[in-house]
Structures are given as C-alpha cells and as structure tokens.
C-alpha cells in the first residue's frame, strides 16, 4: 500500500512568488492535514480537509490556502512568498479523521530567497 | 502560548543505557499524546501513543508514562540503540479528531 506522497520533494521560490504543494493521500483515506515544520516553531497546524470540507484552520495568514479534491488529493497554496515562510510542509492523511491515526508524507522542502 | 513544551532540545545517551524523553503541556482539555520520531528529510514516523484515561503504555523498547496532575509525559527507551538517534516530538490532541499540536523536538543522539 504506497504511503502518504507529497510532490515536489524540493522547491526554491523568490520572495512575492506563489506556490502550490500537492498532498496524494493513503488510498481510502478522507482526510488530510497540513504541518508547518521549522527549526524554531517545531511543526505547527495549518488546515484540515475532510471530504472536500475545511474542517480545522490554524493560526496562518490568509496567504495560506488549502483545498482538498473529490479523489481526495489536496493541496496547498501560499501566495505572496516571505522568507519566514521557508520550512518543510508536511502532509498527514487518515481514513476516519481521526489526527491520532494519520500517517504522515516525507514533506517538501520550501526555500524561499 | 506553546500549550506543548520539549525543555530540552537534544540529548545524548550511551548505547545499551535507557533515554528518557520529557513533555510537559498546559492544556487540561488534551486527552490523547502522542510520540513521534522523525530523521532528516522525512516525515514523522508514529511511535507509541497513550490515552488519558492510562498512566502507562508499553511497546517493546518503548514505554510512555502519563501523569495528568502534574501535565506531563515521558518516552522512555529501553536499551537505547544507535538508530533510535532521530528527533522526538511529543503531540497532544483534544478528542483524537481534533488537530495535533507538537512540541518542539528533542534531538536524541545514541552513542555507540
């Protein structure tokens, strides 16, 4: 059973740019979270998607987005790149909802110069 | 506020001695905790997890120890081993479906 895939794996963007990350979650699982990860914030929450629906937000700028499609694939979109947001963005999925029984992806890596 | 805290940001143990690995949190609404190892480059992996209505909780070399009154938690690994160097994060969840919240990390360094 392939495993949670989050493509690219690395990407390099210039402050102002846009990004989008993709999330392929567990085949069969409903829901997936996004994670922030850096080094002095540790991983924090962004959003949740549960059959398409929003289900739980993060503290973000609105330049964070997410959306989450009928396959169940989501992703995720930051507008108006700043430095601080280079970190790894993690991607979790489960089949129920429940954040306790997620799996999560290898993450991309956003560099933002 | 942070609501969950990892005090120390790395740790260093002997191969074959037992690590201890610390989270205290704030929030009295958190009900389920988790431990996740994760090396560089990849995703965090799950390790062991305990409910609140628990005290303890083992799985093989890995055993968590939750003491609500005083908010805090601890994985201990018995014997330590060089591969279990990685970073622990401890997380906490309200109901199971509600969003994880993570500490920051502790960096367990296993020397052989």
């Known amino acids: 059973k392939a495993g949670v895939t989050q493509t690219p794996r690395y990407l390099i963007k210039t402050r102002g740019q846009q990004v989008t990350l993709s999330c392929s979650p567990i085949s069969g699982h409903r829901s997936v979270s996004w994670y922030q990860q850096t080094p002095g914030q540790g991983l924090q929450f962004l959003f949740e998607?549960?059959?398409?629906?929003?289900?739980n937000k993060g503290n973000f700028p609105g330049r964070f987005s997410g959306r989450q499609f009928s396959n169940s694939r989501s992703e995720m979109n930051v507008s108006t790149l700043e430095l601080g947001d280079s970190a790894l963005y993690l991607c979790?999925?489960?089949?129920?909802?429940?954040?306790?029984?997620?799996?999560f992806g290898q993450g991309t890596r956003l560099t933002v110069v | 506020d942070q609501q969950v805290k990892q005090n120390s940001p790395s740790l260093s143990v002997q191969e074959g001695r037992i690590s201890i690995l610390n989270c205290d949190y704030t929030?009295?609404?958190?009900?389920?905790f988790l431990w996740y190892k994760k090396y560089p480059a990849e995703g965090p992996t799950f390790l062991i997890s305990i409910s609140s209505i628990k005290d303890k909780n083992e799985d093989g070399r890995f055993t968590v120890f939750l003491n609500k009154s005083a908010k805090h938690l601890s994985l201990h690994i018995v014997p330590s081993q060089p591969g279990d160097s990685a970073v622990y994060f401890c997380a906490a969840s309200e109901t199971g479906n509600t969003p994880l919240v993570f500490g920051k990390g502790t960096r367990l360094s296993v020397i052989a």
């Open positions: 979790a999925s489960s089949y129920s909802g429940r954040n306790t029984e997620a799996f």
């Open positions: 998607y549960f059959s398409e629906t929003q289900r």
């Open positions: 929030n009295s609404m958190f009900d389920y």
